[in-house]
């Protein structure tokens, strides 16, 4: 458990709606769009994301057990719209890196001092050209 965790009530119904607002047109953000695994509901989450390579990293401040993450390891991907594009991932793999190699050096600092070492990475889903 991060020493985010008792946080996550609150930014759930503060935090989020106001950074929904935003987060998929500004750099270093995006919306992961997932569905519930037991409703079916579709969700919308803001988060910090990084490229690495074909494939985004997420640093799971609130740890590994929140629901967005175990919907979209269910899910077996999602949706994330960064920079008002919508792009699919797939193949969602669970990170779990003291290092947090990953991350960019002073990102990698910050979450160092939250105690984070959990990330979640998924491939972009590459579409084939028409024709």
Same mark, same amino acid.
């Given at each position: 458990?991060?020493?985010?965790?008792?946080?996550?009530?609150?930014?759930?119904?503060?935090?989020?709606?106001?950074?929904?607002?935003? =987060? %998929?047109?500004?750099?270093?953000?995006?919306?992961? +769009?997932? #569905?519930?695994? *037991?409703?079916?509901?579709?969700?919308?989450? /803001?988060?910090?994301?990084?490229?690495?390579?074909?494939?985004?990293?997420?640093?799971?401040?609130?740890?590994?057990?929140?629901?967005?993450?175990?919907?979209?390891?269910? =899910? %077996?991907?999602?949706?994330?719209?960064?920079?008002? +594009?919508? #792009?699919?991932? *797939?193949?969602?793999?669970?990170?779990?890196? /003291?290092?947090?190699?990953?991350?960019?050096?002073?990102?990698?600092?910050?979450?160092?001092?939250?105690?984070?070492?959990?990330?979640?990475?998924?491939?972009?889903?590459?579409?084939?050209?028409?024709?």
């Amino acid at each position: 458990m991060t020493r985010l965790a008792f946080m996550g009530p609150f930014t759930m119904r503060f935090v989020n709606p106001v950074t929904r607002r935003f =987060a %998929g047109r500004v750099p270093g953000f995006a919306i992961v +769009h997932h #569905v519930g695994r *037991t409703t079916g509901r579709a969700y919308s989450t /803001p988060m910090n994301v990084f490229r690495d390579g074909d494939a985004w990293v997420m640093a799971l401040t609130y740890g590994a057990d929140v629901q967005w993450v175990r919907n979209v390891l269910a =899910a %077996g991907g999602c949706e994330l719209e960064i920079r008002g +594009h919508r #792009v699919q991932l *797939t193949g969602p793999e669970l990170i779990h890196d /003291p290092n947090r190699r990953l991350m960019p050096i002073p990102v990698r600092w910050f979450l160092g001092l939250l105690a984070v070492t959990d990330f979640l990475r998924l491939r972009q889903v590459i579409e084939p050209p028409p024709g």
